[in-house]
């Protein structure tokens, strides 16, 4: 939902992607962050704007707050939810900048951290706002913001990806993989797979995808042989080839029209973890690419 036309001397719509990228990075989908966002904006054009100082600083207070109250419920559906949860998948192209920073890896080590230590990391070491803030901002001493943030921070460096995957590794990696995988080529598969590769498959109970995420190699090659097998060693159309949340993949077309994004985490030259978004509440902004087509095969 966008707002209203805004003067264009109205400070908010400048910091709108910032507060949408702050917002995605609390909860996890776009969808959810461009409803905090328009609430903020609800709140800022109700307050008395003359007497706020810093616009930034009073938006960005918002939409934390905002956020730690969604997610107090979306816990609660967090818990209840069917299979391993997974943030809704964000392509190279809409993230309006920064792709790095809405990397799988630090989405999945955020979803680890509590609310508290989430924001206190996110407002302080992606947007660069001071301790004194996040403290008026989270209702805690400035001492313990930092403790909230430290905390946050080793988990988030002990998860991200010790080296980056260029751009042509990644896509050659995609295409091998997309190959052996729908093809039901197991030694392939073996070649691509890192011993220890963990597979996720988010369907939300509505699409079907295994329960709990599989580990080891011989596990996640047995699920990519079996789905190669039961679909007729067909291969899907694909909508879209690129980043998907900073890490190499792309989107198809399923059986049963059923949309799906894949994507890859690659370290040493193997895929360490595969990411698989099944469920279409997340994926309704892919429901746009099925509308275009599949897209050509690089060398094509």
């Not at 995420?213 to 097998?229: N, Y």
């Not at 993949?249 to 360490?272: K, P, S, V, Y």
Request: aromatic share 6%; with cysteine.
């Amino acid at each position: 939902m966008q707002p209203p036309d805004e003067p264009a001397a109205d400070p908010f719509r400048p910091l709108r992607p910032r507060l949408v990228r702050l917002a995605y990075r609390m909860l996890g989908s776009m969808a959810e962050a461009e409803d905090i966002v328009q609430e903020a904006w609800l709140r800022w054009h109700g307050a008395d704007r003359a007497a706020v100082r810093d616009p930034a600083a009073f938006l960005s207070r918002t939409v934390t707050r905002l956020c730690l109250d969604h997610l107090k419920s979306a816990r609660v559906r967090r818990e209840t939810y069917i299979g391993p949860w997974l943030p809704e998948p964000v392509f190279d192209g809409d993230a309006e900048e920064g792709g790095d920073d809405l990397s799988l890896s630090l989405m999945m080590a955020l979803e680890r951290l509590s609310p508290l230590e989430r924001a206190a990391f996110l407002l302080h070491d992606v947007f660069g706002v001071g301790f004194d803030e996040i403290a008026a901002t989270l209702g805690r001493e400035p001492a313990a913001c930092r403790q909230l943030a430290a905390r946050a921070r080793r988990h988030v460096r002990a998860a991200r990806p010790r080296f980056p995957v260029p751009d042509d590794e990644g896509q050659r990696m995609v295409e091998a993989f997309f190959a052996a995988s729908r093809s039901g080529d197991l030694q392939g598969l073996q070649a691509l797979l890192a011993e220890n590769v963990v597979a996720y498959t988010d369907g939300g109970g509505i699409k079907n995808a295994a329960l709990n995420p599989l580990l080891g190699i011989r596990r996640v090659t047995g699920l990519l042989v079996g789905v190669a097998r039961k679909t007729g060693f067909v291969k899907p159309p694909v909508l879209y080839r690129g980043l998907i949340n900073g890490l190499p993949g792309f989107a198809t077309l399923e059986a049963g029209d059923t949309l799906q994004t894949t994507a890859l985490q690659i370290e040493g030259g193997r895929i360490t973890a595969i990411y698989v978004v099944r469920n279409p509440e997340k994926l309704r902004h892919v429901a746009e690419l099925a509308s275009s087509g599949p897209v050509p095969t690089p060398g094509t």
